[in-house]
């Protein structure tokens, strides 16, 4: 059962943020994380990931106008703040069988990442600079 992170009751279903259970096989040998085109709520376009990030650093900063986001954290943990314009929400992500399904219209900044953090992003869409909102107050004007 996906567990919903509805930052608004005014919000509809596509712009709800929730977690996904990523399925996994575990044996003695270790844990196998299995992600296939049922797991994820697009098509994967792109698929990047961010390490080495300082504990004092952030990343995102921006919304997308036509990209999806599954947002997975293989490991240690760090902190998504998700932003609707109106309410912001924070969600911890330090399992790597669970991914944050980010939708459309929805800012958000990643932050407080443990040492040795691995943050693995899959996208709907291929890079496309034109489709980026990078800055906060054009993202307010964006979704009012």
Known sequence: MAKYFKLDDNMN???????????????????????????????????????????????????HKEQQSVIIALSGSFEIVLDNGLIKKRILLNKPNQGLYVPIE???EIEN????SVCL????????????????DDFLSFVR
Request: no cysteine; net charge negative; glycine share 8%.
């Open 13 to 63: 279903s596509k712009k709800e943020a929730y977690i996904i259970d990523i399925p996994k096989v575990h044996d003695e040998r270790g844990s196998l994380g299995v992600v296939e085109k049922e797991v994820i709520p697009f098509g994967i376009k792109r698929i990047y990931y961010l390490y080495d990030v300082p504990s004092d650093s952030f990343r995102g900063g921006h919304a």
């Open 106 to 108: 929805m800012w958000r």
């Open 113 to 116: 990442f443990s040492s040795g």
């Open 121 to 136: 992003v899959l996208a709907s869409t291929e890079f496309d600079e034109s489709e980026y909102i990078r800055d906060y």
